[in-house]
C-alpha cells in the first residue's frame, strides 16, 4: 500500500472520529407499524397520505395491518376495504412488505350494541391482534415497533425520526385533539383508570415542552425492540401475574411498563400530529365523521389542511352538502392581498357545507 492511500485511510478515519453520526452511513432502523382498523373510511384518505408522507425510507418499514370491516346493518356500509385495498395497489409495494388480513363476514360482536361500544369480546380481540404483532416483530428482529391508530394524522413528517433520536424505550408524539383529549395520562387511580393531574393541562397546551414520563401513553407508540427490557412488554393480561385490572390494551401495556419499571414517555417538544376524539357509547358512526371534521378545521389554525393521498383522490368520498343555514346568503369579506386567509376559508366553508359569497374588502394601503 502506498504512502499516499496510507495517509488517505488516516485521513478518513479521522475524519469520521471528529464528525461522529455525520458520516454514519449505516441503514436506517427497520421499523415494523402495526396498524388496525376499523370503520375508518372517512379517516382512512387522510390518515395513508400522513404515512405516505413521513420521510423515513419506506423499504426500512414493514406494514402490519388487520381489518375487520364490523358495521352495524343499521348504518350505511363502511367502504374500508375498497379503500384500502385501493392504496394497497398503487403505495403498498413502496414498503419493505405489506401483510394483510381481511375478514369479510363479521359486522359486529355477538355482545355489540353500536360501533362504538366497546365489550369484553372486542377488547380481548384487540389485545389478541396487539399481542399478535408484538410477537411478531420481535421474531422478525425488527428494531422498533410503532402502533399507530388510524384516526391519528401524523404531520410532522420527520416525526419518527424525532422519536428513535430520543433513545427511550417507549416513547409517543403527543397529539392534539380540539379540545384538551390526547394521546396520554398524567395520572392514573388504583382502578387502573384516567385521573386528571395538574401536570396535564400545561403539557397538552404547550405550556411546557420536552419528554415527560407518564403512566399511560396509546394511539401512537414507538417501542424500541433492541432494548432487552422491552421484552418484559405485553398486551396479554395472564402474563402479568400482579395485574388486577380490566381487560383493555392499552391498560394492560401500560401496567406492563409499570411491573417492569420501562418509562413511557410522551414528547411535545415539535408539533407531530393530531387525534380525534373517541365516540361516547351510544355514538354512531355519523359522529366519527362529524369528529373528522373538527380535527381538520383545528388543524388548518396553524397547519396545512389534511390531504388526500393522491392514489385515493379518484374514490368519491362524501362531502357536505353547501347550503346558507336558512339564511338569504352567508357573506365573507377579504383583501384581495390576503389569499392565504381566502383559501383557508373556502376549505373550512367546504368542509362545515357552507355557500358564501365572497366580497373584496377595502384596503386600507392603498386609500389615498
Request: hydrophobic fraction near 40%.
Amino acid at each position: 500500500m502506498s504512502a499516499f492511500m496510507v495517509a488517505w485511510m488516516t485521513f478518513v478515519a479521522l475524519l469520521a472520529l471528529t464528525l461522529g453520526s455525520a458520516v454514519d452511513d449505516r441503514k436506517p432502523n427497520t421499523v415494523f407499524v402495526a396498524i388496525l382498523i376499523r370503520n375508518k373510511a372517512h379517516t382512512l384518505p387522510y390518515f395513508f397520505s400522513a404515512l405516505e408522507s413521513l420521510d423515513y425510507p419506506k423499504d426500512r418499514m414493514h406494514l402490519w395491518e388487520f381489518y375487520a370491516l364490523r358495521i352495524r346493518s343499521d348504518h350505511n356500509i363502511d367502504n374500508s376495504i375498497k379503500i384500502l385495498n385501493k392504496w394497497l395497489e398503487t403505495s403498498g409495494t413502496v414498503y419493505h412488505s405489506v401483510d394483510v388480513k381481511v375478514d369479510n363476514n363479521s359486522t359486529k360482536y355477538d355482545d355489540e350494541s353500536g360501533p362504538a361500544h366497546w365489550p369484553h369480546s372486542r377488547f380481548q380481540h384487540i389485545v389478541q391482534l396487539k399481542e399478535s404483532a408484538l410477537r411478531t416483530a420481535r421474531e422478525s428482529w425488527s428494531d422498533y415497533i410503532w402502533f399507530l391508530d388510524c384516526d391519528a394524522f401524523i404531520i410532522n413528517k420527520s416525526t419518527l425520526r424525532h422519536l428513535i433520536k430520543k433513545k427511550y424505550p417507549v416513547v409517543a408524539p403527543m397529539l392534539k385533539s380540539d379540545g384538551l383529549y390526547s394521546n396520554f395520562w398524567c395520572g392514573m387511580t388504583e382502578n387502573y383508570y384516567y385521573k386528571r393531574t395538574s401536570d396535564y393541562a400545561p403539557i397538552v397546551e404547550w405550556k411546557t415542552k420536552g419528554c415527560y414520563q407518564v403512566p399511560m401513553i396509546h394511539s401512537s407508540v414507538l417501542i424500541d425492540l433492541r432494548l432487552q427490557i422491552t421484552n418484559y412488554l405485553t398486551f396479554n393480561h395472564s402474563l402479568l401475574s400482579n395485574y388486577m385490572g380490566p381487560v383493555d390494551d392499552i391498560i394492560i401495556f401500560a401496567m406492563s411498563a409499570n411491573f417492569s419499571d420501562i418509562p413511557l414517555h410522551i414528547c411535545n417538544d415539535e408539533m407531530y400530529g393530531f387525534i380525534t376524539i373517541p365516540l361516547e357509547k351510544d355514538s354512531s358512526l355519523e359522529m366519527d365523521m362529524s369528529q373528522l371534521t373538527n380535527i381538520k378545521l383545528e388543524i388548518t389554525v396553524d397547519n396545512e389542511p389534511l390531504q388526500i393521498s393522491s392514489n385515493l383522490s379518484d374514490l368519491d368520498l362524501p362531502s357536505a352538502l353547501l347550503d346558507n343555514m336558512g339564511l338569504d346568503n352567508v357573506f365573507v369579506i377579504n383583501l384581495a392581498r390576503r389569499t392565504e386567509r381566502r383559501n383557508r376559508m373556502h376549505y373550512c366553508l367546504n368542509e362545515l357545507g357552507l355557500n358564501a359569497t365572497f366580497i373584496e374588502a377595502t384596503d386600507g394601503r392603498l386609500v389615498i
